[in-house]
């Protein structure tokens, strides 16, 4: 089935306690539509970068399959930039410089041909943004979003207005408490799904991920790593595997959702093995199998 | 199969956001051994308390068959309090007083028809008390050993010549990052692993549990609870709950291991759900597997 993203399409600058990469490709977008390669093909990217982005990187998403229709590339315009150090845990991170560049007056129309897409995945942005595509999109059958902390304390009307339209969120275990003013993930969950969203995945990085449906409570495991390389870009990437496997089954029942939520933890495991878009670009689909394997095997009780 | 536990009995004074008792009964040994005795008969508690314990206390331990003939009654003793303040999250808690009293000079003998235990469940008590206790049982099966940060903090030498004698040690994921001096929990468990227990559980609270063998990593949900009580006792619950499960069915490997977990924490979840012991003490084996099929469930991908 037909998969669309939008978000950022960046450049960033990365620092762990163990390295610093500068001009690194990222952008959620960028990850999103990498990961959803191994699961549909020629998954559609909206989005906008300047004229810095360079030939690499658009070679590094062609390769991939992605459909670049509606990425544009602005005149005279440089791409959206993220200087990020992680702390010594890799569970925190600080934000040492943002350059919104072409992102700062982004708000895309959506290509005609792009319009029938089925199963939408919005990258983490703007709430205005998210739902002008959203009302773009004729008929999806499935959709996904994103958003963060800043998006929830500088633009939460609006937040609440695009959640009332979408069939799934997906964001971390602190969004989930400050969204819901509620410290306890269940209750949490409880009141985001009266928000609009029917779905609602919560995840916990090392913890895991909860799902939430109207049915049940499922409990993913996290992927026991020693190392972790990088973690730019694994939730995005878990949104792109959690979607595009959907789009790929074309089912939408609590089972095809619980393996949509390990697919997107295995494809965020081999995201954060990596740095940047690295680990996600050589993988074959037997190695994403097993890993999905290995993810069940984590919970596994043999009767 | 015999089941002897040793730890303290307490009397606690409890606040939570919602609610302030005093005089509860509580203590490692009283959670453990109420919890092993709906996995074996006439649990085994070696525990010392005060004159001022009171027959009502007693009478609750009886009634759950547990066998008293190892707790000391010291005269004009007094029994082991602590007064402890949840916060409103529910995860952490400020410990407001402390009063040793019996336990300050607490070296047990084991009686003689004890030291032929076979499951062994150490509670969280001074390290160097924990290994006087495991020399005296003639060939225990399986000992699995509870400690604290206090512990690894103060008497890390004897944490850590206790841990050579110990099959099975139960941290939370706090503990076993302060012990093992490592971020990263896969790592931690590696390095806690090579000091002696060759199974280690950690716990993480609202996240579940993870439990690693020489084999195999397991990770165990959490119960989705909207309403936390009480929290007090949480931990030895499980690792009553753990060892005692062991005990019934006395046989041990990675499938055993994990059902142990699932038990434990399906004990502790029933634990949280009131004050002190009160969630523990009129349970059906019919809730207990019901409980258990709910954890099942929460991590079931039905294929």
């Known amino acids: ?142 959709t996904v979003c994103d958003t963060m902390n800043y998006w929830i304390e500088s633009k939460l009307p609006d937040l609440k207005e695009t959640l009332k339209l979408v069939d799934v969120l997906i964001i971390n275990d602190s969004e989930a408490r400050l969204l819901s003013q509620s410290p306890n993930l269940v209750k949490a969950a409880r009141i985001i799904r009266a928000m609009g969203p029917k ?27 020693e190392t972790i390389v990088d973690p730019t870009g694994a939730g995005d990437t878990f949104a792109g595997g959690f979607t595009a496997y959907l789009a790929k089954v074309n089912t939408i029942n609590d089972i095809t959702l619980r393996k949509a939520v390990l697919y997107g933890s295995a494809m965020a495991s081999f995201c954060v093995e990596k740095f940047g878009t690295e680990g996600l670009l050589n993988l074959s689909l037997l190695e994403i199998d097993d890993r999905y394997r290995s993810f069940l095997e984590l919970s596994r009780i043999e009767e």
Chains 1, 2 share one sequence.
Request: aromatic share 10%.
């Open 199 to 225: 779905i609602l995945v919560i995840k916990k990085g090392e913890h895991g991920a909860l799902l939430f449906t109207e049915n049940s409570v499922f409990s993913a495991p996290a992927y026991p790593l």
């Open 1 to 142: 089935m037909s998969f669309l993203t939008i978000g950022s399409v960046a450049i960033d600058n990365l620092e762990t306690p163990f390295e610093k990469r500068d001009n690194v490709l990222g952008g959620a977008a960028t990850f999103i539509s990498i990961t959803a390669s191994y699961f549909v093909d020629k998954p559609m990217l909206v989005g906008a970068v300047g004229e810095d982005f360079g030939e690499e990187n658009l070679k590094i998403l062609k390769e991939k399959n992605v459909d670049l229709s509606g990425l544009q590339i602005v005149k005279g315009g440089k791409t959206f930039r993220w200087h990020g150090r992680y702390h010594y845990d890799m569970n925190n991170r600080d934000t040492l410089d943002t350059q919104l560049n072409v992102l700062s007056d982004f708000n895309p129309s959506i290509p005609s041909h792009f319009q029938h897409a089925q199963y939408v995945c919005l990258g983490n942005l703007d709430p205005v943004i998210q739902r002008n595509v959203l009302l773009q999109i004729k008929s999806p059958k499935l």
